[in-house]
């Protein structure tokens, strides 16, 4: 293929995209009003479930599936990088010797940790009733746990990062979101709908049905998913080395 004619083939998918944008932002609702038909249904959907975070109900009720392939592209991506990274032939690992770390630095990241550790939990475990949820509470927490790597060294990092165990977190969060979407097949509904539990009592923890633990399900998994990516790229910076001679 020649590259005019790729260039005209770019050109052509670009006007196409371009022409579906113009039509669909045309049809969109005036600029400013008051309604919209997507956030009201969306509203009231998260009502009629009992779920006071509009955003929870629509990732983990109304579109539950697509979160379902959101949380599968992370999972694929850190395999990839998993595999990626992994010590080659040509390379050995050196224990890597203890850096010093700053005072103020050391103080500032052991005080912040647990606070920032028992914010992720918490963005998580509150994700169908306030800001957050499993996607953003399971950064958090992750983050949180490499303070340590910051305030201390990465041996004390090791020491409390196991990978075996988070690998097996990561992998059974994955089989949980899936579980809990057979389970709705096996009991006469759709895949993921939210139909096994009771909805519960509005703006408590045990509202919303199923979403509570999807919803755990997600933050279980991006946690453990960061875990192991940062891992994967620390061990490369800090531990694996070409071997001499190669």
């Known amino acids: 293929m020649s590259r005019r004619l790729r260039l005209w083939l770019l050109a052509m998918g670009g006007a196409g995209v371009a022409a579906l944008l113009v039509a669909a932002g045309l049809d969109l609702p005036a600029f400013g009003g008051r309604w919209h038909p997507y956030g009201e249904r969306a509203v009231r959907a998260s009502l009629a479930r009992h779920i006071a975070n509009t955003i929870a109900s629509v990732n983990f009720d109304q579109r539950a599936y697509d979160t379902l392939g959101e949380m599968s592209i992370l999972f694929a991506a850190v395999l990839g990088c998993v595999v990626l990274l992994r010590e080659a032939r040509d390379e050995?690992?050196?224990q890597p010797e203890p850096a010093r770390v700053a005072r103020p630095v050391?103080?500032?990241a052991l005080i912040v940790l647990p606070v920032a550790l028992v914010t992720g939990v918490y963005v998580v475990a509150h994700g169908q009733l306030s800001p957050g949820g499993g996607f953003q509470g399971g950064v958090v927490a992750a983050t949180a746990l490499h303070l340590l790597y910051l305030g201390a060294d990465y041996g004390a990092l090791e020491r409390v990062r196991p990978l075996g165990a988070f690998e097996l977190s990561d992998a059974l969060a994955v089989c949980g979101y899936l579980a809990l979407g057979l389970a709705?097949?096996?009991?006469?509904?759709?895949?993921l709908a939210n139909t096994l539990l009771p909805y519960g009592t509005f703006n408590t923890l045990s509202s919303g049905g199923t979403v509570p633990l999807l919803n755990a399900a997600v933050g279980v998994e991006v946690a453990s998913a960061v875990v192991l990516l940062l891992a994967g790229f620390l061990d490369q910076a800090v531990e694996i080395e070409?071997?001499?001679?190669s």
Do not use: I, N
């Open 106 to 108: 050391r103080r500032y």
């Open 184 to 191: 709705g097949l096996l009991a006469g509904t759709a895949f």
């Open 242 to 245: 070409e071997e001499q001679g």
């Open 92 to 94: 050995q690992r050196a």
